[in-house]
């Protein structure tokens, strides 16, 4: 006998008890099923947990609950049944923060949260503090990204003066490298990050000339922050730049973008 989880559409025929206690059938199964069931089934379609699919948007087009995911695949749901001898349906469908609210005509409302599904992939970013290869991460440079896996290896150097790897899961971000200095330091101690491409591709999208490369940053001027040789300078203060490279030749060119930060 089919189950639920058996079925790629579900559509509603009609339900045996009030709207805030309800079963339902659906077609194709012989036994009702829970309103909990029925959610259940709505989450397990919308995507893995902890992957990059996670739902974008929920909109009501007249009974159908259309739910749409960031890879624009959707799930639907016949409602139409919702107001079946009780005069109580489905009036609006929206996505509020990681909450997905149905709302009746009664002025009841419907709640599932959604942030479990976002697994770092979407909105709500979860943050994860690289894990050190070959020794811990140094002291005073902390890296995080949006998915669990980002992994720091040292290449060379020692104390202040370090090379390494940061490498990020397919999928994820760099959420944040943050540089802290010891109340113990003398005021003026400087300290650069470098940013390397180092590829053997091209290091833009499409042509030499395309304004956004693979390589970028966002990056946001703090307070009291004073530009200076080789720094990027900032063009406006508070204001999220994107900085982009152009002009780069095929064959492998390195491209280095090198902030300085001063005490």
């Known amino acids: 006998m089919p189950g639920l989880n058996d079925l790629q559409n579900v559509t509603l025929n009609g339900n045996l008890v009030g709207a805030y206690d309800p079963l339902f059938r659906v077609a194709g199964l012989d036994q009702p099923v829970s309103l909990s069931e029925l959610l259940i089934y709505i989450l397990s379609n919308l995507g893995p947990a902890g992957g990059d699919t996670f739902v974008t948007e929920a909109s009501l087009d007249g009974d159908t609950l259309t739910i749409t995911r ?60 690289a894990t050190g290869v070959n020794g811990a991460v140094d002291n005073g440079c902390f890296v995080t990204a949006t998915l669990a896996g980002a992994t720091y290896e040292r290449t060379g150097g020692a104390g202040q003066n370090t090379e390494g790897i940061l490498t990020v899961p397919a999928g994820g971000i760099l959420q944040g490298v943050a540089v802290h200095f010891s109340a113990g330091q003398a005021p003026g101690n400087t300290f650069y990050l470098n940013v390397d491409y180092d590829e053997t591709g091209k290091a833009v999208n499409g042509s030499e000339n395309t304004v956004m490369p693979v390589l970028g940053t966002v990056m946001t001027k703090p307070a009291g922050f004073t530009d200076g040789s080789p720094a990027t300078n900032f063009v406006h203060a508070g204001t999220p730049l994107q900085i982009g490279i152009a002009q780069v030749d095929d064959n492998g060119s390195r491209v280095r973008v090198r902030y300085k930060f001063t005490n």
Do not use: E, H, P
Not at 81 to 100: E, K, M
Not at 107 to 126: I, Y
């Open 70 to 129: 960031n890879d624009a695949s959707t799930v639907q749901v016949d409602l139409s049944a919702l107001s079946t001898d009780n005069d109580d349906f489905v009036a609006d469908a929206a996505l509020q923060g990681n909450n997905l609210v149905l709302t009746l005509d009664s002025g009841g409302t419907v709640s599932v949260d959604l942030s479990a599904l976002s697994g770092g992939g979407g909105g709500g970013l979860l943050q994860y503090q």
